[in-house]
Antibody
Framework: QVTLTESGPALVKRTQTLTLTCTFS??????????VSWIRQPPGKALEWLAR???????YYNTSLQTRLTISKDTSETQVVLTVTNMDPVDTATYYC?????????????????WGQGALVTVSS | YVLTQAPSVSVAPGQTATISCGGN??????VHWYQQREGQAPVLVVY???DRPSGIPERFSGSNSGNTATLTISRVEAGDEADYYC???????????FGSGTKVTVL
């Protein structure tokens, strides 16, 4: 059974750095093609993809936010961490982690088939 | 790459809801659809344009042609009331794009 769970502070102050952890089970990030992404959703707004880390530790970022984002895996490879620097009230959102697969034979990336329940982060001014 | 969705769709129970997702030459991409009920995480309901994950009713179907991908919900039920998002992978920029979402209201 695949599960993902986000954890981190519910409230941060403007200019602080946010650190979120995604703890997962039921799959391995050592499996070729597997990756985990972070996606956020401001209240009442649409989903926005933030970052991705692959089984081989290759990382990708939303170009509009990449200077503020860092994604990493922990040594046990059962957790993925996202840091967001210089937080602002506009970053108030529910942050989700989700799993997907890259199919190297076709060069196609699959859908986000499993999601965490999300972590609401509020940024105070 | 931009995906455009209508903000809302209203449908009576038992009728068919059609949700569109517009994008430049979207037919060349694989489109995925997610259902997000109020206060819950998104759930994948259609992937690769028209395939359904296990556990998703056959009432959910998808298609993709030209500049428009479509999610169709047949025999709509009260439990289908939710926001629906389309999503593609933009291989050029190697990033993921979500549509703006369509709120389906069951009358």
């Amino acid at each position: 059974q695949v599960t993902l769970t986000e954890s981190g502070p519910a409230l941060v102050k403007r200019t602080q750095t946010l650190t979120l952890t995604c703890t997962f089970s039921g799959f391995s990030l050592r499996t070729s093609g597997m990756f985990v992404s972070w996606i956020r959703q401001p209240p009442g707004k649409a989903l926005e993809w933030l970052a991705r880390i692959d089984w081989d530790d290759v990382k990708y970022y939303n170009t509009s936010l990449q200077t503020r984002l860092t994604i990493s895996k922990d040594t046990s490879e059962t957790q993925v961490v996202l840091t967001v620097t210089n937080m602002d009230p506009v970053d108030t959102a529910t942050y989700y982690c989700a799993r997907a697969t890259y199919y190297s034979d076709s060069g196609i990336v699959g859908p986000f088939d499993y999601w965490g329940q999300g972590a609401l982060v509020t940024v105070s001014s | 790459y931009v995906l455009t969705q209508a903000p809302s769709v209203s449908v009576a129970p038992g009728q068919t809801a059609t949700i569109s997702c517009g994008g430049n030459n979207i037919e060349t991409k694989s489109v995925h659809w997610y259902q997000q009920r109020e206060g819950q995480a998104p759930v994948l309901v259609v992937y690769d344009d028209s395939d359904r994950p296990s556990g998703i009713p056959e009432r959910f179907s998808g298609s993709n042609s030209g500049n428009t991908a479509t999610l169709t919900i047949s025999r709509v039920e009260a439990g289908d009331e939710a926001d629906y998002y389309c999503q593609v992978w933009d291989g050029i920029g190697d990033h993921f794009v979500f549509g703006s979402g369509t709120k389906v209201t069951v009358l």
